[in-house]
């Protein structure tokens, strides 16, 4: 069991979510975690769940509005001052367009408001810039480090919109080109990939009933059958704890990783005691085409390797089960839309490629 109780980390958006998942496993560890957000309240009740359970570690909540830089130097300064300078992890978690996401899916960008660019490239790009950098100050002069950008699948796929695909498909570039920089520092910087997570907001989305939107409804259908083998919002926590432990992280520095991929190795498993589906299951590819049949009889830990998923992708031309009900008004946008409905789920896929 990895012990960080040397350790000093922080986690940036852990009011909920993933987030506050993270920031437990790593107090569970021993770890002194730092924890920002927008509200102090909701940051409180994240260390008092900590303590209640009695971990070893401790968390200090620290309000923060991300979106002011000046906000976000005061976090690192803080951390310096209390720590005598001495930070090894850095999570950075922010994203605020979840929601926004999922309510505008089937818009078109050009009908999209500016804003909604601002809302993925000011919080989760720029600000992950400025904390990344803020970070490396520290551990530079340590000598060590790890950095996380938890990210998701979406800078491999276009789930739903293009600023979304952008911002993901950016924080795995940063992960690997700025680890050209970091690693003579002995800095690791890695890009975290999950699988379905239980969040707060993907429970009420499986919970509401079915509407006159039928992408989404085959969205919701498909969470609901992926529930029992998902991840808790925890279980990214135990991948970072176990990384942040490893005295060899340096060989996985610059790479995107699936947290499936990370439990196998560290040999792990969720806080409920479950192995989550690994992204490269052989039971998620043939469901994904609509083979249920043939996906009731796959074991669900038969992973197909990467050069083979590669292979597949190159030669079939099956049309996945995702698709979207739109209306006659579409304009010029029609034909691309439904191109990109076909691929959704091929795209899926492509994760692996890197």
């Known amino acids: 069991m990895p012990d960080l109780s040397n350790k000093v980390c922080l986690v940036t958006g852990a009011s909920k979510g993933v987030g506050r998942g993270t920031a437990l496993q790593l107090a569970f560890y021993g770890a002194t975690c730092y924890i920002t957000g927008r509200e102090l309240a909701t940051l409180e009740d994240v260390q008092a769940e900590a303590e209640g359970r009695r971990y070893s570690g401790r968390i200090f909540p620290v309000k923060c509005d991300h979106t002011n830089e000046m906000n976000t130097r005061k976090v690192f300064e803080k951390i310096a001052i209390e720590q005598n300078g001495q930070l090894d992890l850095l999570v950075n978690n922010v994203f605020t367009a979840v929601e926004y996401a999922f309510k505008n899916y089937n818009m078109g960008f050009w009908k999209q408001d500016i804003s909604n660019w601002d809302l993925v490239s000011n919080v989760e790009l720029r600000n992950n810039h400025i904390c990344?950098?803020?970070?490396?100050?520290?551990?530079?002069?340590?000598?060590?480090?790890?950095?996380?950008?938890v990210n998701t699948v979406g800078g491999k796929m276009y789930p739903l919109i293009p600023s979304h695909v952008v911002g993901k498909?950016?924080?795995?570039?940063?992960?690997?080109?700025?680890?050209?920089?970091?690693q003579r520092h002995n800095v690791a910087f890695v890009s975290l990939l999950p699988s379905m997570v239980r969040t707060d907001f993907i429970t009420k989305f499986i919970e509401k009933d079915d509407d006159d939107d039928q992408a989404l409804n085959e969205i919701r259908a498909s969470c609901r059958q992926m529930l029992d083998c998902s991840e808790s919002v925890e279980f990214q926590g135990k991948c970072i704890a176990h990384m942040l432990a490893d005295k060899n992280i340096s060989k996985k520095a610059g790479q995107i990783l699936l947290t499936t991929d990370l439990a196998e190795e560290y040999n792990f498993e969720d806080i409920d005691g479950k192995s989550p589906l690994s992204e490269r299951s052989l039971k998620m590819f043939t469901e994904s085409y609509g083979w249920n049949k043939l996906a009731s009889f796959v074991p669900s830990r038969l992973k197909l390797p990467k050069c083979l998923i590669r292979m597949a992708l190159s030669i079939t031309g099956l049309k996945p089960v995702l698709t979207s009900k739109r209306g006659p008004d579409q304009g010029v946008g029609q034909a691309a839309d439904q191109a990109v409905d076909v691929q959704r789920r091929r795209q899926y896929y492509r994760l692996t490629l890197t």
Do not use: Y
Not at 169 to 182: G, H, I, M, Q, S
């Open 169 to 182: 498909a950016e924080k795995d570039r940063v992960a690997e080109k700025f680890t050209l920089n970091f």
């Open 132 to 149: 990344s950098g803020l970070a490396s100050h520290l551990m530079f002069a340590r000598g060590r480090g790890l950095i996380v950008n």
